[in-house]
Every structure is written in C-alpha cells, then in structure tokens.
C-alpha cells in the first residue's frame, strides 16, 4: 500500500480540516477522544461485546461476506452508551465538519449509524466501496450526502486490521479500481479518528494477527431527508432518547427536517410538532 492519509493534530482548525478532507477525501485526526472517553464507551459497551457473535447471520448474504465471521458487531451505540451520544455522536469538531459539508445539502443532518467495529484474528480484508452507494437512487452527480469517521479504541496497525482508504477517490467514476500503490492504511493511536467522505473508497483490512482484535467506532452523518442506514428510532427509543441531551435527540434524527425555510416542505413530525419539543415538554419519552 503505496500511500498515506494526512494527518492534523488537535491544534487544527475546521478551515484546515475540511480543505484537507474536500481535497483528499479523507483526513486522520490525531486524539479526537481521550483516555476518560475511550474507557467510558469501552465500560458501557463490554457485556454487548461479550455477547456478539462474529459468526452472525446478517439480514443479506451480501452483507456476510461484506463483514465475514471474524468481525464483533455491537450496532445502535447511542441507544447503549450514553457516552457515545453525548461525546462522540456531537462532538464539536465533527459537528463542525458536518455543518460545512452537509447543510448545503439539506435543512439539517442526522446520525446513520454508530457502530463499534470489532476486527477479529483472521478477518479478511472488506471489500472496496463507497458508504454513499446505500443510496444509490440519488441521481449524480450529487452534492455531499455523507461524513464518515472510523475512531480507533485501540492503536489502529496494519496487521489488526486498520481501515484501508484511497484518497481523491471521492472524485473518481464509479467503476474506476483503486492500484495498490494508491491505498492508504489509517494506521492511528488510540482516540484519533479517520475521517472521509461518503463518495471515498474504502474497506476495513484484514487482520492477520493470532490474537489481537481492532475495535473501532464507526460512525457516519448524512442529510437528514435521506432514509438512514440503521433505524435509530428503534435502536434509540423515546424513553432512552429523552434522557439525553437535545443536540443529541436532533442528531438522532427526532428534529423535524426543516425545508421550509429553502421553500420546500417539512419531513418528521408528531402530531404537527417537533418531536424534540414533546421530549423536552415532557410528552414524548420518559424525560423530565
Ligand atoms: O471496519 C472498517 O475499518 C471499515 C468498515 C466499513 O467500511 C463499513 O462498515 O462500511
Ligand atoms: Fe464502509
């Protein structure tokens, strides 16, 4: 794998971050996270690591053999780690990201999925694709739909697995193959994150390691008039999303998406109101 990814240290600002990002298609930011939140989510999320089963039956055998059977899955994150919707799911710098990035596109984005990723001793290397092609009705060319970021619990190294990225495919035609000499491996510190674009290649790489395990957070924003990839409203309910914070119950996707303002039309009400309004008013979820 012949080349590599920028990568920013906290110090970055967002105009760096998103010129580095639109132009390449992908950036490492170096300790997106600390110690106290790795430890949190890793704490919150253990007895749902314990009890994956890497051997899972997916809905689609497209999906078996997208994700193998050496891969711990725990899927809905923001419905079982308080830490992951309140530190991860906003975090300001990604917020950031996804304000410059999304919201030419739409009123306002949602979480896709929050996933940790769990790489297993003899996994194969992921197949290469593009996150967006879940939506592969949208007509191209097609503003930006996605931001995606892959957040390394553990050092991401080659041999365990880390995420294999081909910068400036985001503006490459759908059936061009990516060279070995033009893939990247996200190799980071525990805490840092890769960030890159819906329209990016990309694949989780194999781990060939006998006994070590890569667990990531995967997470991704999409505009929020696009139909999300996990359903989080089941994954997170009313009576778990009202207990978190009101950024986070937005980003969940319970605020209305509100089009109006651009002369179109509104998309995820209640009873004509907006559902973070009834969690806040104490009428929807078990909030106070
Ligand atoms: O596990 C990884 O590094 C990448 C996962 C991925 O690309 C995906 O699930 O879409
Ligand atoms: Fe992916």
């Known amino acids: 794998m012949g080349t590599s990814i920028a990568t920013l240290g906290g110090e970055a600002g967002t105009s760096e971050i998103l010129s580095t990002l639109l132009e390449d298609g992908a950036v490492i930011l170096e300790n997106l996270i600390g110690p106290g939140v790795i430890q949190a989510i890793q704490e919150e999320l253990a007895p749902f690591r314990e009890d994956s089963d890497p051997g899972m039956k ?17 899927t809905g994150l923001p419905g079982k780690s308080f830490t992951f919707a309140s530190e991860v799911m906003i975090h300001p710098r990604l917020m950031a990201l996804c304000d410059e990035i999304l919201l030419p596109s739409c009123a306002r984005y949602q979480l896709n999925l ?14 290469f694709h593009r996150d967006e092609l879940v939506w592969v009705n949208v007509p191209r060319p097609h503003g ?19 995420t294999r990225i081909v910068p400036g495919s985001h503006r490459w035609p759908l059936d061009r193959v990516a060279e070995d000499s033009e893939v990247a491996v996200a190799e980071m510190s525990a805490g840092s994150a890769v960030v890159y674009l819906g329209s990016t290649i990309h694949a989780g790489g194999a781990n060939t390691t006998a006994d070590r395990w890569r667990p990531g957070l995967h997470a991704s ?3 929020g008039w696009l139909r999300t990839e996990e359903n989080n409203y089941l994954a997170c309910p009313p009576d778990v999303a009202s207990q978190l914070p009101r950024k986070a119950q937005e980003v969940l996707g319970y605020a209305v998406h509100d089009a109006i303002q651009f002369g179109g039309g509104f998309a995820g009400a209640l009873d004509l109101q907006d559902p973070c309004d009834l969690m806040e008013q104490g009428k929807l979820g078990g909030g106070d």
């Open 58 to 74: 997916h809905l689609n055998p497209v999906l078996d053999a997208f994700f193998g059977k050496e891969t711990r899955h725990v």
């Open 114 to 127: 929050g996933h940790l990723i769990d790489r297993g001793p003899g996994g194969q290397q992921q197949f």
């Open 144 to 162: 930006q739909l996605q931001v995606a970021t892959m957040i390394a619990l553990e050092d991401f190294e080659s041999e365990v697995g880390a």
């Open 221 to 223: 924003w999409v505009c």
